[in-house]
């Protein structure tokens, strides 16, 4: 009886040294799903801007990069990022990155809106989020909140801050859509 327990004992012993000899059975890749964290497919919107155009994140996928940022004219963190986001948007509007400024609807108008917009030579679209359905959609809760979605939209940074390899992160973004980490 001794001999035939040291097989059975000596099989898990050796299918640890080589698990190349153990079968298993692969799960499937399951693709993202919609979210609002880094690795989700960022949620599909559709806002008009102050102007009244339409902006569609679905249909800048595959061939934009977009940082969205949902914001306020009277929150100064919000105000402080503008200089950056549009210095940015003008490196690289050109080479497919899309930012998108998302007013958050709280006691503002669009009329003040737009005169800060003005005022700070935003150069890039302010979308009204007529109700805060996006806002809740995304949760956010604290603003600013940036949002980097790369070409296949899937988020590839979230956070109250910009990264502090912003301009890397967006480079690496739109050159082959494999990011290098984000840090705050």
Not at 97 to 120: C, E, F, K, S, Y
Request: with cysteine; charged share 20%; proline share 8%.
């Amino acid at each position: 009886m001794t001999s035939l327990r040291l097989p059975a004992l000596l099989l898990p012993a050796i299918l640890l040294l080589d698990p190349g000899m153990a079968l298993a059975q692969k799960l499937p890749k399951l693709p993202p799903t919609p979210g609002h964290r880094v690795g989700s497919v960022a949620h599909d919107f559709a806002l008009k801007d102050l102007n009244g155009q339409k902006f569609s994140l679905k249909e800048m996928r595959g061939q934009r990069v977009v940082h969205v940022v949902f914001w306020a004219t009277w929150c100064v963190p919000c105000l402080q990022e503008i200089p950056h986001l549009r210095a940015t948007y003008e490196k690289y509007r050109d080479r497919g990155l899309q930012v998108l400024g998302i007013v958050v609807d709280m006691n503002q108008t669009p009329d003040v809106v737009r005169a800060v917009a003005h005022d700070l030579k935003v150069n890039y679209p302010i979308l009204w989020d007529e109700g805060g359905e996006i806002q809740d959609r995304y949760r956010v809760a604290y603003i600013p909140h940036n949002f980097l979605v790369g070409k296949d939209g899937i988020i590839r940074y979230t956070g109250t801050t910009l990264p502090s390899n912003y301009e890397a992160l967006v480079e690496s973004l739109l050159k082959d859509g494999s990011p290098r980490p984000a840090s705050r």
